[in-house]
């Protein structure tokens, strides 16, 4: 498993941001971040507009429409790009995404694991080893 080359693919699929965190060898741990574009952030404001009967922006608003709406748009595409990675690399990978806030809406965190396919990987476990 080249570790450089899924940080290129990732950045091939806009992905930049991509940070490696120490683990053991065997394992490719990173943590990456989503960033929405104009056109995605617009489009969570009109199906949140759309959707919610009360005042537009409000902790209601963001918490059951908007911010749901931007973490499904961020893990649909990753969904694809990680599979894609599986299927060009032959690699095993898991990822999570953190829920976004109202502070911090214009990305979305998600930290992943790859392996040779040989491998188990328990991303809850290592997580949990890296106390993330």
């Given at each position: 498993?080249?570790?450089e ?49 009360g ?78």
């Open positions: 498993m080249n570790k080359d899924i940080i290129d693919y990732l950045s091939e699929n806009g992905i930049e941001e991509v940070e490696e965190i120490d683990y053991k060898p065997e394992f490719f741990v990173f943590r990456f971040f989503y960033d929405f574009d104009d056109a995605q952030l617009s489009s969570a404001r009109s199906y949140s507009d759309d959707e919610y009967d005042e537009s922006e409000d902790p209601v608003w963001y918490s059951e429409f908007f911010l749901p709406y931007l973490s499904e748009l961020a893990l649909d595409d990753v969904s694809e790009i990680m599979e894609e990675i599986i299927d060009e690399f032959d690699i095993k990978v898991q990822y999570i995404n953190y829920e976004n806030d109202i502070d911090n809406y214009d990305y979305c965190e998600f930290v992943a694991v790859a392996a040779d396919k040989d491998k188990n990987i328990n991303i809850d476990t290592i997580l949990e080893e890296l106390e993330l």
